[in-house]
Nanobody, 124 residues
Framework: QVQLVESGGGLVQAGGSLRLSCAAS????????MGWFRQAPGKEREFVAS????????IYANSVKGRFTISRDNAKTTVYLQMNSLKPEDSAVYYC?????????????????WGQGTQVTVSS
C-alpha cells in the first residue's frame, strides 16, 4: 500500500504560480511511477504529468507543457508540481497518483493509488 497526501492548492490570479506537494508513505515509493491528474466539474479526469522513479523521465500534457514542472525527492518521498503562468482553465481538483510498476502511462486507470485531491482555483 502507498498512502498519498496532497497539499499546496489554493486560489491564485491568472498568471500566478502554485506548487503542489504530494507526500507518500508506505511501501517502496522510490520505484513507483508518479503522476498528477486533474478533474474539473463535469469533466473527465485529465492527465497532467508523470515522472519515473529516477526523475529522469517526465511527460506532460500538451496543455501544461512549458508551464508546469514535475519533480520528485525520493529521500523525502515527495512529488512536486510547480505550476507557473496559471490560467483559469487550469482550475480543477488536482490528484497525485502512484503506479505499482515503473512503466510510464498517462492513462489514469493505470495508477493504483490516489490521494484525496487538492483544489486549485485560478481567477481571471
Amino acid at each position: 500500500q502507498v498512502q498519498l497526501v496532497e497539499s499546496g492548492g489554493g486560489l491564485v490570479q491568472a498568471g500566478g504560480s502554485l506548487r503542489l506537494s504530494c507526500a507518500a508513505s508506505g511501501r517502496t515509493f522510490s520505484r513507483n511511477l508518479m503522476g498528477w491528474f486533474r478533474q474539473a466539474p463535469g469533466k473527465e479526469r485529465e492527465f497532467v504529468a508523470s515522472i519515473t522513479w529516477s526523475g529522469g523521465g517526465t511527460i506532460y500534457a500538451n496543455s501544461v507543457k512549458g508551464r508546469f514542472t514535475i519533480s520528485r525527492d525520493n529521500a523525502k518521498t515527495t512529488v512536486y508540481l510547480q505550476m507557473n503562468s496559471l490560467k483559469p482553465e487550469d482550475s480543477a481538483v488536482y490528484y497525485c497518483a502512484a503506479r505499482s510498476t515503473p512503466l510510464t502511462t498517462s492513462n489514469w486507470q493505470g495508477y493504483d493509488y490516489w490521494g484525496q485531491g487538492t483544489q486549485v482555483t485560478v481567477s481571471s
